[in-house]
């Protein structure tokens, strides 16, 4: 299965603004959204395909009240998720999933369980570059595309 998971602000309650707009409720009616983290909204989808679906049909919905969607989709990585526009560029076959592992973002996971701002490091021979914008408890490790690594 396909995961996707939304990253909000921690000002945002994403559950209650997705859910309270008809059409991003109707778009998520199947899902079981779960919570992993204090500003994160989670679900699965049947295939990457799915998943890259879904947000397209959430976009509007997506610019206004989430900082983040990513994709940890299981034939590129168990761990290490995806980039929306990464996850979108294997699917449509323009990047093949190995090529996916060096421009990374990396979100600390704070100890009252909230993601926070991101970095952006490459990858190095050592693995990936601690996390080091604050204290944290964990990371989530995201693979971004090289426009978004530039950004």
């Known amino acids: 299965m396909t995961r996707v998971c939304l990253v909000g602000s921690d000002d945002v309650n994403l559950r209650a603004e997705l859910l309270s707009r008809e059409t991003a409720r109707d778009a998520l ?6 919570e992993p983290y204090r500003n994160c909204l989670e679900l699965e989808t049947i295939s990457l395909g799915a998943a890259v679906s879904l947000l397209n049909d959430l976009n509007w919905y997506l610019v206004r009240f989430v900082d983040d969607a990513l994709i940890l989709e ?10 929306r526009d990464l996850a979108a560029e294997v699917r449509d076959g323009g990047v093949r999933p190995a090529e996916t592992d060096a421009l990374l973002e990396v979100y600390g996971v704070t100890e009252d369980e909230e993601v926070v701002e991101p970095m952006y490091v490459a990858r190095t ?11 944290v408890e964990d990371t989530v490790v995201v693979r971004v595309t090289e426009d978004e690594f530039r950004n």
């Open 29 to 34: 009616a199947t899902y079981d959204l779960r």
């Open 74 to 83: 299981p034939s590129v990585s168990d761990e290490e998720w995806l980039s």
């Open 125 to 135: 021979e050592d693995g990936v570059p601690g996390y080091d914008l604050r204290d």
